[in-house]
């Protein structure tokens, strides 16, 4: 849960634009984009894959530093 509290003279705008960017630090917004739209199921699988690919990169580089 995203939550921005407004610090002093600050205005709506810079609220907001400050409030967009935890959103999208968060990956909500691109987690709505998906949840929109249907998505087949070999899509579905295949974006699994590929995390799942990405994450063991992540891991073996990591250990190798």
Known sequence: MVKVKARSSESVDQL???FKKAC???GLTRALKRVSFYEK???T???KKR???KRKMQATMLAKS
Do not use: D, T, V, Y
Request: glycine letters at 0%.
């Open 45 to 47: 699988r295949n974006r």
């Open 24 to 26: 999208e630090k968060e």
């Open 51 to 53: 995390q799942a690919q």
């Open 41 to 43: 199921p070999s899509i």
């Open 16 to 18: 907001l634009r400050r």
